[in-house]
Structure formats: structure tokens, C-alpha cells
């Protein structure tokens, strides 16, 4: 490729990359905005305030967190020194230095800022003409002189490309940086789009010319699993590709990279252990009550694909480091991880749908109500069915509209028929009753007697009860258990709009419609939503979950019946199961088969686990996704055994909002081969 073709394709990405400075701000005001915290300055840097979603607004809050936790606990340990300096790598239009000055933080301290010189030449006119950020200069200011485009006694505006180290070097010395000073470096998403071997040299250089300094970084990871790679997708179509990812993948090797380039100590955290160990719970219910709140699956695994990372040189900045912040509850042992991965495989029936219920209504026939997809929440109402061809999708007429609803609940009733309930239109917008459905017979040979036909009808009927009833709830399991030779629907958990969880149970009689209270003995299981119970033993096993902390659950507790009522028991399982919620699960004789889920590190999504409630032990598989051409999200999916001859298990919808970088659905079904887990 000729010089000139190269110099214009790194000038195309240079400016792609400086693009991504502009969204970042206007995020960072929007989440300022909304109270997630505090900085009268970011609002200056932007043509006009946008109000972002509530994930993007706490995805950046953590970001600022994190980055301010590091900038706090540096001015401490450095706070008796005479002089102390920061140095903001790619520094764009951030407004560190104006915030810690209104704080009066930055006693005997400087901030020096690098950026492209485009950037930081607008970033100087911005302060220039605004009256809220000239003032926190000096009333007089010298005239921009080479690289230097604002210069103050406590703050410096360079512009000048970070990877060309000797420029920058003179830069700096010329602004005034003291090379022995105690220094905090900061970069924040910023090297990983230069070449790995540019961002290592400055990692390098950094090292040898501060002999006191705490590097600080914030960057992304794991870029293999499904939200790494639409993540890393999002990245190359701003022709932003994220470098570093492919060398550097996790935070053990962030970690290594650090120490291999001279940084004597080094801690490396992804965002969940950050957020759950090292912000106080406090401010996390603060921050958790600012705005409705519906995607746990998003923000954990945004979290668990950001790093912060401390690397220091010298005793006094080692005092800065982040400290170790364990998460719990964490298995007590190592999972057992089987050989084996089962063979997953797309049906070709475009399919898709977040926060749907299905139920098995007959063999190979599938209903599936509710959710949301592409053309948002709809209140459609489908069917898979299965013929000698293959799967195909039916569309269904239900006498009686369900409504918008997602994360409700759909359950097969002994008798014939479902029970649909619960759900929500939007996280402050519980759905309330229940409904009765059964498929409109169509027929001696049931409702699909033709391969041609293409619509069933659904006769849908508002079903009325009496007693007391459950608070209305989302992200529930409804349930059926026996007892006195009565079925009942078991509703349990959950959350709605006022409660973060439900830890409650309610007793429905199918019979009468009634809403009965029977006696319950022992512990009952911690409160929970997106949890799976499955009918076993005319009681439920329980699994999973996300409990008041927002922290997934690994625990497999069993409402088994009794003479009088039930009684919760506890499984103590071992080794213990990966924990995790919004997955799926389903009882097949005395094994508990649990598919997909979140936790809380990227490498530790689960594929599934095997719990044996005989012997109480477990065993994790992972799934062999090779067949399928997309990223498999498994969350806010549904899945069914469709056919008890056959261990084959139907995975359908599924997918998330992935932070800034656009909403993924799964677009077809899959099938999951059982047959070497269960032989």
C-alpha cells in the first residue's frame, strides 16, 4: 500500500477515535444529569444535554466512580508531599481538573492533559469562551505556545499524539511536569485503540520516566464471548477497532502486561468486583433507586467486560493501589466441569424475543406470549410446532388480548390448559390478574391437523378469584404442587416496582380459583427474582437467582410436601453449581438441568449444570456453539423439553440491550443434544 494511502487510513481512524471522545461526554452529562453524581463542569463541553438509558447512565456512573476512587485515594496517600501531579492520557473533553479544583482537592497539585491536537485545540476554545471554566483558571493567561494550549498554574492543556513518545516527553517538560514527583497517569479507554505494540510503549515509557506514579486505566475485555464479540463489532464499524483486547483478553493478563513493562505492583479489577466490594452499599441503594431499572443481564455483563487497574512504581504510590474486594457469594468449592460440550443447533425458523413464557402445550407444539423483539413489545402470541418437515412457526388468534407483558409467567396445568401471569409492560408498569388458556380443540385430530395449516385458535378467559392475592410481580416462577390430592399454582419471588425482591410464596387452588394459605415450615430461601423452579415430588426445586444485592445465587433449595403443608429443605450440593440467574431449568427424573444464565465474570458464563438431587452432586458442561453463525445470548430466553422420548431441549429468544453498542436477539431457535449429559 503506497505512504500516502497508510497516512490517510490512520488519519481516518485517529479521527474515528477522537469521534468516540463526543459520545463518551454526552453520556457522562446525562448520567450528571439524572444524580448518579456530581460535576457542574461536564455540561460545558457539550452542545446540549441528552438523557441517556438508564443502563448506558450506570454504566457510565461506574466508569466516573472508579476513576474518581483511584484520583481520591492517590491525593491521600500523596496529601503531605509538596508537590503531586496528575497526567491525563487521551484526556478529551473530561472535566477532572475543573471538578477537583471547585473541591479544593488539588492543594499543592497539577493536572497536565494530553489529547490530539484537534481535540485539545477545541477543548481550549470551549474553556476560552465559557465564564463557569475560565474562572477555575488563573485570571491571566499566557498565549498558547506550540504544544501547550492552555496553561495555568495548576492546569495544562497539551495537544500532542500519545504515542509519539519524544514529543510528548518535550511537551510535558516544557509545561512544567516534574519527573520525580509522585504522578497519577491516567488513561481511560484510551490505549486500547492504539496498536498493542504503541499502547505497550506507552505503558513502557511511562514506567521509566516516572519512578513515582500510579498508573490508573479503564478499558474493555473479553472479547470472545457474545457480548465481546457485538462489543468488538461495535468498535471496527466506528473504525475504532479495540487493540489490546486480542493480547491482553482478561485481567490476568492486563495484570502480566503491566509487570512485564516495569510496573513493580499491579491490581486489576473487572466492574462487578469493583461495584459490589469497593462502593458501599449506601451509595449502591442510591444509585439503584435514581431511575427504573430493569437490565440485570445487561449491566452485569457490561460490567464484567470494563476493568480498573492500579499499577504502581515506588513505596508511597504502592499505598494507592486498588484493594482486593471480594464478591459473595462465590462457590465454596471449584465447579466440576465435564469433557464434554453438548452440540447446540439453529432450527430455520425466524424467531425472536426478549422476556418471553412459553409452555409445552402437546407433543411438538409450543406456545410462546409476551416479550419483546425488534419491533418492540408486543403482546403476539405464536406457536412452534413440529411436523414431519420440521419445526415452523403458527401464528395463533387468542379469543382474549394478553396484553404487553414480559418476565411473566406461563404454566402448563395438570388438567389441561395454562395459567398465565404476572409480568410487566415496563419496570414501573406490573401486570395484575391471571388468565386461563387452552388451544381451540379445531377438530378430532387437535388443534395443528394439517402440515398446511398456518393459524390456531386460543380460547383465552380472564380467570376471577378470591382471596387474598400476591402483590403483583415480574421475573417470578408460578409453579405446580400437590397437596391433600389438590393441584396448586405456587407463585414465588420475583420483584416488582416498589420491591428490589420478593421472597414471599402464594398458594393458588386450581379447582376453586381461591387464593389458599398452607402452612410452610423451615427456612425459607433467600428473596430472589429471575430464579427457575421446576415441579418435582408434588413440591418445587428452586434454583438460582439474583438476591437483594444484586449478586447471582448458586444455592438448589426443594418445597417438598408434608402431611400438613410443605417445608422448605436446603440441597447442599457439591461440588457447588456456578451461580447464576435468568436461566432456565427443568427437572428430567431425579436430575435438575439448568441451561445458560449470567454471573457475574465474563469467564465464568455458564453453559449449564447436571445436579443430581439423589446424590447431590453436580457437574458443568459447556455447549458447542460452532454450528450456530451468531452470538448466543442465553438470557431472558425460554426453553422446553419437547419431547419426553427424545433428550432434546428447545432454546428460544433470548439476547439483551448491549450497553452503547445496540440491542442483540437471538434470530432463530436452537436445539441443545441432552443425550450426553443424561445417559
Known amino acids: 500500500m503506497p505512504t500516502s494511502s497508510r497516512k490517510k487510513q490512520k488519519q481516518g481512524r485517529d479521527t474515528a477515535v477522537q469521534g468516540t471522545n463526543d459520545s463518551s461526554v454526552v453520556s457522562k452529562v446525562s448520567a450528571a444529569a439524572q444524580g448518579y453524581f456530581q460535576d457542574a463542569y461536564l455540561q460545558h463541553f457539550v452542545c446540549k444535554v441528552a438523557r441517556r438509558a438508564p443502563l ?11 476513576v474518581d476512587h483511584c484520583v481520591r485515594r492517590f491525593l491521600h496517600i500523596t496529601e503531605n508531599c509538596p508537590k503531586r501531579q496528575i497526567l491525563s492520557l487521551g484526556a478529551g473533553f473530561d472535566s477532572l481538573y475543573f471538578r477537583l479544583q471547585a473541591d479544593e482537592a488539588l492543594d499543592r497539585a ?60 518535550e511537551a510535558l517538560g516544557a509545561a512544567g511536569l516534574d519527573w520525580v514527583a509522585p504522578t497519577l497517569v491516567l488513561s481511560e479507554v484510551v490505549l486500547t485503540y492504539m496498536e498493542t505494540q504503541w ?22 475485555i473479553h472479547p470472545h464471548d457474545p457480548f465481546g464479540q457485538i462489543m468488538q463489532d461495535h468498535f471496527l464499524k466506528l473504525n475504532s477497532t479495540l487493540h489490546a483486547l486480542r493480547q491482553y483478553p482478561d485481567t490476568a493478563a492486563q495484570r502480566h502486561r503491566f509487570l512485564d513493562k516495569g510496573w ?29 431499572f430493569d437490565e440485570y443481564e445487561e449491566w452485569h455483563q457490561k460490567c464484567s467486560h470494563y476493568f480498573i487497574l492500579t499499577a504502581s512504581r515506588g513505596s508511597l504510590t504502592a499505598q494507592a493501589l486498588l484493594t482486593h474486594a471480594p464478591v459473595s457469594p462465590v462457590p465454596s468449592t471449584c465447579p466440576s466441569w465435564s469433557p464434554i460440550a453438548l452440540s447446540v ?7 425472536e424475543g426478549l422476556g418471553m413464557a412459553t409452555s409445552l402445550v402437546g407433543p411438538g407444539q409450543v406456545l ?13 402470541t405464536r406457536m412452534l410446532f413440529r411436523s414431519q418437515e420440521g419445526w415452523r412457526s403458527v401464528s395463533v388468534e387468542p379469543s382474549l388480548d394478553f396484553g404487553v407483558r414480559l418476565y411473566h409467567s406461563v404454566t402448563c396445568l395438570s388438567g389441561g390448559g395454562i395459567v398465565v401471569y404476572g409480568g410487566r409492560s415496563s419496570p414501573l408498569n406490573p401486570i395484575r390478574g391471571l388468565f386461563r388458556a387452552t388451544l381451540d380443540s379445531g377438530g378430532p385430530q387437535g388443534p395443528l391437523h394439517s402440515e398446511d395449516q398456518d393459524t390456531v385458535k386460543l380460547c383465552v378467559e380472564q380467570m376471577v378469584c378470591t382471596g387474598d392475592p400476591p402483590p403483583a410481580r415480574w421475573r417470578h416462577t408460578a409453579s405446580v404442587v400437590s397437596h391433600n390430592g389438590k393441584d396448586f399454582l405456587f407463585v414465588f419471588g420475583g420483584k416488582n416496582e416498589s420491591e428490589v425482591v420478593l421472597g414471599d410464596g402464594y398458594f393458588l387452588c386450581q379447582d376453586q380459583q381461591h387464593w389458599t394459605e398452607i402452612p410452610v415450615e423451615g427456612a425459607a430461601p433467600e428473596a430472589r427474582h429471575s430464579h427457575s423452579a421446576c415441579s418435582y415430588q408434588g413440591g418445587v426445586v428452586v434454583f438460582g437467582g439474583l438476591d437483594r444485592r444484586g449478586v447471582p445465587l448458586g444455592d438448589t433449595v426443594v418445597l417438598r410436601p408434608k402431611e400438613r403443608g410443605f417445608c422448605w429443605e436446603r440441597i447442599e450440593v457439591q461440588p457447588s453449581p456456578v451461580p447464576r440467574y435468568s436461566h432456565s ?19 465464568g458464563v455458564p453453559g449449564g449444570v447436571i445436579i443430581n438431587l439423589t446424590t447431590c452432586s453436580s457437574v458443568e458442561f459447556s455447549l458447542d456453539t460452532t454450528s450456530v453463525p451468531w452470538p448466543l445470548m442465553l438470557h431472558s430466553f425460554c426453553s422446553e423439553l419437547t419431547d419426553p422420548e427424545e433428550p ?24 441443545v443434544d441432552l443425550t450426553p449429559v443424561l445417559e
Open 368 to 380: 410462546l406470549t409476551g416479550g419483546s423483539s425488534r419491533g418492540g413489545r408486543g403482546a403476539v
Open 648 to 671: 432434546e431441549l428447545l432454546l428460544m429468544g433470548g439476547g439483551g440491550n448491549c450497553f452503547s453498542f445496540g440491542t442483540h436477539f437471538n434470530p432463530q431457535p436452537v436445539t
Open 345 to 351: 443447533r439453529p432450527i430455520p425458523v425466524c424467531m
Open 56 to 66: 448506558i447512565n450506570r454504566g457510565y456512573y461506574v466508569r466516573w466512580r472508579a
Open 199 to 220: 499502547s505497550d510503549a506507552v505503558i513502557s515509557w511511562v514506567a521509566k520516566l516516572l519512578p513515582q506514579s500510579l498508573f490508573v486505566i479503564y478499558e474493555q
Open 264 to 292: 513493580e505492583q499491579c491490581v486489576c479489577l473487572d466492574m462487578n468486583v469493583f461495584y459490589l466490594g469497593l462502593v458501599p452499599e449506601e451509595e449502591r441503594c442510591r444509585v439503584e433507586s435514581l431511575e427504573p
Open 110 to 169: 497539577v493536572v497536565f492533559e494530553v489529547d490530539f491536537p484537534d481535540v485539545s485545540r477545541r477543548k481550549a476554545a470551549l474553556i476560552n469562551s465559557n465564564i463557569a471554566l475560565r474562572s477555575m483558571l488563573e485570571p491571566h493567561l499566557p498565549s498558547p505556545t506550540g504544544s501547550v494550549y492552555v496553561s495555568s498554574g495548576q492546569y495544562h492543556l497539551l495537544g500532542v499524539d500519545v504515542r509519539e513518545e519524544s514529543q510528548v516527553k
Open 585 to 603: 431449568a427443568h427437572v428430567i427424573g431425579e436430575k435438575l438441568l439448568v441451561v445458560g444464565g449470567v454471573w457475574l465474570h465474563s469467564d
